[in-house]
């Protein structure tokens, strides 16, 4: 099921993955950042139209975005301190501490 996350009056993003901390009361349509937004790129994602999302994610207050791509086997992390992001080898967020190594995640145990 895609959850729709309002980002403002009249536009939507639609994460592959989003986690909210428990303590945030959400609605049908969340309103409230998630914690963490996750997006998996597929052959037809388009660079601008994925740092929009990553844009539009950062301003509505998603502290941390992973941005996978599974053909190229890398992973860009984003978050509100750093709106550039950075490439890296573990996927990681703080409070809650979360460190996932990339291998894990494009090649998980069945």
């Known amino acids: 099921m895609a959850i729709r996350i309002r980002i403002k009056e009249r536009r939507y993003r639609i994460p592959d993955l989003a986690a909210w901390r428990r303590s945030d ?8 950042p998630p914690f ?22 950062l301003s509505m207050g998603v502290e941390w975005i992973w941005i996978i791509d599974r053909y190229e086997k890398t992973a ?18 703080a409070n809650p501490l979360i460190a996932i190594p990339l291998p894990e ?3 998980p145990r069945r």
Do not use: C, F
Not at 25 to 32: A, K, R, W
């Open 36 to 57: 963490l937004a996750i997006e998996i790129l597929s052959p037809d994602d388009r660079p601008v139209a994925m740092m929009a999302k990553v844009h539009d994610y």
């Open 25 to 32: 009361e959400l609605e049908e349509i969340p309103s409230v």
């Open 76 to 93: 860009m992390v984003y978050s509100g301190a750093s709106a550039s992001g950075e490439q890296v080898d573990i996927l990681r967020t």
């Open 105 to 107: 995640v494009l090649n």
